[in-house]
C-alpha cells in the first residue's frame, strides 16, 4: 500500500473500522501514507525499525502510563539499597491534537444513514448483566480467591507467567463450568486451583437460558439470530449451546473454521435454505467478508479482546439490503472478570467511535470507563 500510495498523485482510502482505540493503531496507517508529514514531525524509522517512532508518537498523541516500582534488596556489594524499575503500558485514547493533525485535514466521515433514502434500518445494541447461580457464584468466589492469591505472590516476585493463565480461567470458567477445570502453573505445572463442574449435561447455565429466551423470542416473530460464542478450541462451548438450544425446539447450526473460508457464505446459505433459527460460530471466522442478512438479531456469548473484530461481526446484518431492524445483545456474568473486560472494550470502542467522528452508541457504553490494557486492568482489580 505504501508503495502504490508513493507512486499515486492521489490516494482514496476507504475504510469502516479507522482504529481499534489506540493511539498505535494509527501510526503504521499515517506513516504509510502521509510519510512526509510524519518524518517532518520528527517520526523517523531507526536502525530499519518503526518501533521507537511508534512509542515516540504514543507518548505525543496517545496514553502512556509509566509504572515504577521499588523494592529494597540486599543484592548490592557494598549495602542494601533500593532497586528501581519501571514498565510502560499503553492505554485507549487519542488527544485532540493528534486528530487536528492528522485525522481531520485528511479525512471525510461519511456513514450511510448520511446519504439518506432510509438506506439502512435502525440498529439497537443492548447489554444483559446475567446473575449466577449461587452454585456457581460460590464455586467462582472459590477459584479467584485461590487463583487472586497465587498471583499476588507471583506478582510479588516479579513473576508475570501467571497473568494470562489465572486471567483466562476466570474469564472462561463462567461459562465452561459444565467441565471440571484444573488450572497448573505454566512452568511448574504444580496444581494452583481445582475448581469440580457445576452443571451436567441435563441442566442449564443463566446465560444459557437467557440466550434460550432470547432465540425463542425472535423466532415467535420472524427473526433468525446469529450466536457468537469464542470458545471455539479447547474449551469448546458450541456443541453444548446447539444441544440446549435444540432442545428447545430450535433448529441450530454451528460453523467451524473446517468449513474453508471460500465457502462460508454458501454453507450459510445452505442451512439457511434448510430453516435453521440459529446460527452458532466463532466472530473470527465472520468478522469480514459475510453479509449476513438473514441473522437480524445477535448475540454476543462472549466478546473477546479485539476491537475491530468486536465492530465488524456485530454489524454483519446490518448491511444494505437489510430492511429489517437489527438488535445486537452482550451477555456478561455479575460479578466476574468478564464485567471487567466487556468495561474496557466500552472503553476502547468509544474512542474508536470518537475518532471516527461519532459519539459513542455502544451497548457496552453502560459499562464506559477509563482503562487502560486488558491484562494490567483486570489485574490490578484482582489483586487490589
Known sequence: MGVLAAKARKTLLLTGTLMGGYADDLFYLL?????????????????????????????EHGILKDIYSEREGAGHKTAKGRKTSVRTVKAPGFGPKGILRYVLPFTVFLKLKDIGG???????????????????????????????????????????????????????????????????????????????????????????????????????????????????????????????????????????????????????????????????????????????????????????WNVYTLQQAARRSWRIGQHRAVRVVFFGYAETSQIACLRLMAAKIAVAQSTSGDIPESGLDALNSDGESVEVELARQLVA
Not at 32 to 55: C, H, K
Not at 137 to 158: F, I, N, P, V
Open 118 to 304: 432510509d438506506v439502512l434500518p435502525p440498529y439497537d445494541e443492548e447489554f444483559v448483566e446475567v446473575p449466577m447461580s449461587s452454585a456457581q457464584a460460590s464455586a467462582y468466589d472459590k477459584l479467584s480467591g485461590e487463583l487472586t492469591q497465587a498471583l499476588r505472590e507471583a506478582l510479588a516476585h516479579k513473576d508475570t507467567t501467571l497473568l494470562g493463565v489465572v486471567l483466562n480461567v476466570l474469564l472462561a470458567w463462567p461459562d465452561c463450568c459444565f467441565r471440571p477445570e484444573a488450572v497448573k502453573h505454566p512452568r511448574s505445572r504444580a496444581l494452583i486451583s481445582f475448581a469440580k463442574s457445576i452443571f451436567d449435561e441435563a441442566s442449564t447455565m443463566p446465560k444459557e437460558d437467557e440466550l434460550v429466551e432470547l432465540c425463542r423470542s425472535e423466532k415467535a416473530q420472524g427473526r433468525k439470530v446469529l450466536v457468537y460464542s469464542t470458545y471455539t478450541g479447547k474449551r469448546d462451548t458450541t456443541g453444548r449451546l446447539k444441544r440446549v438450544l435444540e432442545q428447545e425446539g430450535l433448529k441450530v447450526a454451528v460453523l467451524r473454521s473446517s468449513v474453508d473460508t471460500s465457502r462460508r457464505e454458501d454453507w450459510i446459505a445452505d442451512q439457511v435454505e434448510k430453516g435453521i433459527d440459529v446460527l452458532i460460530t466463532n466472530p473470527e471466522l465472520v468478522k469480514t467478508g459475510l453479509d449476513l442478512l438473514d441473522f437480524p438479531t445477535i448475540a454476543f456469548m462472549q466478546t473477546g
Open 31 to 59: 506513516f504509510r501514507i502521509l510519510t512526509p508529514v510524519m518524518i517532518e514531525d520528527g517520526y523517523r524509522p531507526q536502525r530499519n525499525s518503526l518501533g521507537a517512532a511508534s512509542m515516540a508518537f504514543m507518548r
